[in-house]
């Protein structure tokens, strides 16, 4: 009869996990959900400052000259990697890795061997695997998808004046 308790209890083990399991995906579909309706609520601005950008280029006389609008050699290039903070999200993160990788390949490598590449990762998973690697890692951006504010974007931000 023991060997029939120690079934019951590893069925009745089984089920718990499960229950935990679909609980844990309830958490993150609420949070993805809460995610997705923060971006959908910034789509009008983003659309509208687009629009303005646009109108501004476009009324800007041939005359006018700005250093960001000139083309000129690539020398260094940034890749920002944005992935999650923690591995619930499936293939989520695997899927950013192949693309970054990939990218870096057939695209930087091969129209632009002499740049200098850096990457700056932001979330902890991001973090985590390119440290690993060879790439050159100029920041790391940990945590910051606990709480979504401007701040932290404007640190991202700051990155990119300071070093570009």
Same mark, same amino acid.
């Given at each position: 009869?023991? !060997?029939? &308790? *120690?079934?019951?209890?590893?069925?009745?083990?089984? $089920?718990?996990?499960?229950?935990?399991?679909?609980?844990?995906?309830? /958490?993150?579909?609420? $949070?993805?959900? &809460?995610?997705?309706?923060?971006?959908?609520?910034?789509?009008?601005?983003?659309? $509208?400052?687009?629009?303005?950008? @646009? !109108?501004?280029?476009?009324?800007?006389?041939? =005359?006018?000259?700005?250093?960001?609008?000139?083309?000129? *050699?690539? +020398?260094?290039?940034?890749?920002?990697?944005?992935?999650? =903070?923690? @591995?619930?999200?499936? %293939?989520?993160?695997?899927?950013?890795?192949?693309?970054?990788?990939?990218?870096?390949? *057939? =695209?930087?490598?091969?129209?632009?061997?002499?740049?200098?590449?850096?990457?700056? %990762?932001?979330?902890?998973?991001? /973090? %985590?695997?390119?440290? $690993?690697?060879?790439? !050159?890692?100029?920041?790391?951006?940990?945590?910051?998808?606990?709480?979504?504010?401007?701040?932290?974007?404007?640190?991202?931000?700051?990155?990119? *004046?300071? +070093?570009?």
């Amino acid at each position: 009869m023991a !060997n029939l &308790r *120690e079934l019951k209890r590893r069925i009745g083990g089984v $089920k718990n996990t499960a229950k935990i399991t679909q609980a844990m995906k309830m /958490v993150s579909a609420a $949070k993805l959900k &809460r995610g997705q309706r923060a971006i959908e609520s910034a789509r009008p601005y983003v659309l $509208k400052m687009q629009e303005i950008l @646009g !109108n501004v280029i476009t009324g800007i006389g041939d =005359d006018y000259e700005n250093p960001l609008l000139t083309e000129r *050699e690539v +020398k260094n290039i940034a890749v920002v990697v944005v992935g999650s =903070d923690k @591995g619930l999200c499936g %293939s989520f993160n695997a899927n950013i890795f192949k693309m970054v990788n990939s990218f870096i390949k *057939e =695209d930087i490598s091969i129209n632009y061997p002499d740049a200098n590449l850096q990457l700056i %990762s932001v979330g902890n998973k991001t /973090v %985590s695997k390119f440290s $690993k690697t060879k790439l !050159n890692v100029s920041e790391n951006f940990r945590d910051i998808f606990g709480s979504l504010e401007f701040s932290s974007a404007q640190n991202i931000i700051k990155t990119f *004046e300071t +070093k570009f």
